[in-house]
């Protein structure tokens, strides 16, 4: 019964990210740069996720995906979350993208000498989650003074940031105590990922929304300056 769940999850999700897909590609001209970021790390999800879902389907080794999704999801996600850095009279995001450097360039020789590709990349994947977890707490303080974060970025981010924020925080504990886990029996380990999978799907709807909403705002503001 796990097993079926989880394909049936894994379906929607890649259905919700081909939808998110399509408003971005549609969309992409009249959204803000940040935002485009988000957009290319729900294009890189929505190849990874259908990739992963055929070759599993195939019975061969999807893991490689994950690998190279690992440092764009790096490079996307933290350019996304770059506006949260700065601010009037300081600017951090020059401290953001070393950490984002860092950060690739750890992911990648983890790929090339420590967990190679036949294998989960827990290290760097760990280091991902730290890097969104961090960036999204930080997001949250700044949405506790709305001044000035009526633009549609931080429009968007309201949205997209709860569903994100607890996303990477299941996948945190998943992937830094996955060593640990394996030790415990193989039903509980798949009831892990099936939930991780639900929360996962549940933060498609919310991109979805997200995307659905910076289309109407921009059609409302295109309108708005029509008359």
């Given amino acids: 019964m796990g097993v079926i769940f989880s394909r049936v999850l894994s379906i929607l999700i890649v259905c919700c990210l081909l939808f998110s897909v399509s408003i971005f590609i549609r969309e992409y001209r009249k959204l803000p740069q940040t935002i485009r970021w988000f957009g290319w790390f729900v294009v890189v999800s929505c190849i990874t996720e259908a990739g992963s879902f055929l070759l599993a389907r195939l019975e061969i080794s999807n893991l ?48 090339l000498f420590i967990q190679d590709f036949n294998s989960i990349n827990s290290y760097a994947y760990t280091v991902a989650n730290l890097l969104v977890i961090v960036c999204g707490a930080i997001a949250f303080f700044r ?25 990477e925080c299941a996948s945190l504990f998943i992937f ?15 009831h892990l990922w099936v939930a991780n999978a639900f929360l ?20 409302e503001t295109a309108a708005s300056s029509q008359t």
């Avoid at 979350?81 to 995001?93: A, G, L, N, Q, T």
């Fill in 176 to 190: 830094m105590f996955g060593p640990y886990l394996e030790v415990i029996e193989i039903s509980k380990q798949r």
């Fill in 200 to 219: 996962n799907m549940i933060l498609q709807f919310f991109i979805i929304r997200a995307f659905l909403q910076t289309r109407s705002n921009t059609i």
């Fill in 143 to 167: 949405l506790t003074n709305p001044d000035g974060l009526d633009t549609p970025y931080w429009q968007f981010i309201r949205i997209v940031l709860p569903a994100l924020f607890i996303y």
């Fill in 64 to 111: 490689f995906f994950l690998h190279f999704y690992t440092p764009l999801k790096i490079i996307f996600l933290g350019l996304f979350f770059s506006p949260v850095f700065r601010k009037e009279k300081r600017d951090s995001s020059q401290t953001l993208y070393l950490f984002i450097t860092l950060s690739v360039l750890f992911s990648i020789l983890n790929s």
